[in-house]
């Protein structure tokens, strides 16, 4: 079982492009999420899908949008990337949304 | 007041020594709650699930205090291998977990 993957692990952008980063999981959880982790913020939700068909916001939703797939896929989009959005992303799974998660590899985002 | 606190740290400890780092939560309904380590650029790793009755997993113990509103987690015979950030996490009405900050340790040879 590969738990929670990623893509890509790494990506530099310029002001104003676009890219979507991908989550799978293979734990067959209900419940996925997005999080953005900065120096001395911690971990900080965007959004986050409590089961297949249901997407919601999280604490600081600006600038993203997101799309839950299917049960395994829950994918992130940066429509018009801004150098605030230069974080770590990680992508993590639980089999309710009160359980414990499970935490991809990440993505480190540079927006120049 | 923020809804999960850390003290940021960081803890510098021999190895060997006992150490323990608190979390205070607000939301006084919360009833399940997580410490999760964190390597220098890795993802968080489930440490251990904190409920009321707290838990044991060898070296690390975690307690709920809800009267304070706070969990522990209690380490002893400090390992080098222990260095990491801890992060704890709470229960939120509004967006179902909070992380805080985190908590850094570092032990020394």
């Known amino acids: 079982n590969a738990g929670v993957t990623q893509t890509p692990k790494f990506q530099v952008l310029k002001t104003g492009q676009s890219m979507t980063l991908q989550c799978a999981q293979d734990?067959?959880?209900?419940?996925m999420y997005w999080y953005r982790q900065d120096p001395g913020m911690g971990l900080r939700l965007i959004y986050y899908?409590?089961?297949?068909?249901?997407?919601d916001k999280g604490e600081v939703p600006n600038g993203y949008n997101v799309s839950r797939l299917n049960k395994r896929e829950f994918s992130l989009r940066l429509e018009s990337a801004a150098p605030s959005q230069t974080s770590v992303y990680f992508c993590?799974?639980?089999?309710?949304?009160?359980?414990?998660?499970?935490f991809g590899p990440g993505t480190r985002l540079t927006v120049l | 007041r923020k809804e999960v606190e850390q003290d940021p740290g960081p803890f510098n400890v021999p190895e060997g020594a006992t150490v323990a780092f608190n979390c205070t939560y607000s939301?006084?309904?919360?009833?399940?709650f997580f410490w999760y380590r964190q390597d220098c650029r890795k993802e968080p790793k489930l440490l251990m699930s904190?409920?009321?009755s707290g838990n044991e997993d060898g070296r690390f113990t975690a307690q709920l205090n809800r009267a304070s509103q706070y969990i522990s987690l209690l380490i002893r015979d400090s390992k080098l291998s222990d260095s990491a950030t801890y992060l704890c996490?709470?229960?939120?009405?509004?967006?179902?977990?909070?992380f805080g900050t985190g908590t850094r340790l570092k032990v020394l040879a």
């Open positions: 939301n006084s309904a919360s009833q399940s």
């Open positions: 899908s409590a089961s297949e068909g249901t997407t």
């Open positions: 996490a709470a229960p939120s009405g509004t967006y179902k977990y909070i």
């Open positions: 993590a799974s639980s089999e309710w949304v009160y359980n414990e998660q499970f």
């Open positions: 734990m067959n959880h209900n419940s």
């Open positions: 904190v409920y009321s």
